[in-house]
C-alpha cells in the first residue's frame, strides 16, 4: 500500500454502456446526447466486452458515406483489446497509466467486474487535492 488515494474515490461509477448488438447509429447519438467520448460496451451478463469511442463511430459514418448507407452493430466498430485499471489502484499509478497512453478514460475493474470509469480529469483532480 502506498498511502495514495485509490481510484475507486475519483471513478465515475454511474456510467453509460452499450451492448454489442445496439445499431451504430444509435450508439453515436447515445454518445453525442451524452457528451462523452466513448462508452464501455458490455454483454448481457454484464461482462466488458469491448470499447466503442467517438472515433470509432468517426469510421462508421465515414464509411457510411462511402457506400450510402449507414448500418451495423456496435461489435462491427468497437475496439476489443481494452486496456483497463483495477479499483484498488492509487491515482499516481493511474496517471502514469494515462500518461503511457493515447487514451482519456479507462473502464475500472473489480473481480473481473466493470465497477466504473476514470478520466484523466478524475486522476488530475485527485491529484490537485492531495497536492493543492
Not at 500500500?1 to 451492448?19: E, H, K, V
Not at 454489442?20 to 451478463?45: F, H, Q, W, Y
Not at 482519456?104 to 490537485?128: A, C, E, H, N
Amino acid at each position: 500500500m502506498t498511502g495514495f488515494p485509490l481510484i475507486r474515490a475519483y471513478m465515475a461509477r454511474d456510467l453509460i454502456t452499450l451492448s454489442p448488438d445496439t445499431e451504430i447509429n444509435k450508439a453515436m447519438i447515445v454518445l453525442l446526447e451524452a457528451r462523452i467520448s466513448g462508452a464501455p460496451v458490455v454483454d448481457d451478463m454484464g461482462h466488458l466486452v469491448g470499447v466503442l469511442s467517438k472515433k470509432d463511430c468517426l469510421k462508421a459514418a465515414l464509411n457510411a458515406s462511402y457506400y450510402q448507407e449507414l448500418g451495423g452493430a456496435v461489435t462491427d466498430y468497437m475496439s476489443t483489446e481494452v486496456q483497463t485499471l483495477d479499483v484498488e489502484q492509487d491515482i499516481v499509478a493511474a496517471a502514469e497509466t494515462f500518461l503511457a497512453s493515447p487514451y482519456r478514460r479507462f473502464p475500472v475493474m473489480s473481480d473481473g467486474k466493470l465497477v466504473g470509469q476514470v478520466s484523466r480529469s478524475d486522476i488530475l483532480r485527485g491529484l490537485t487535492e492531495l497536492w493543492g
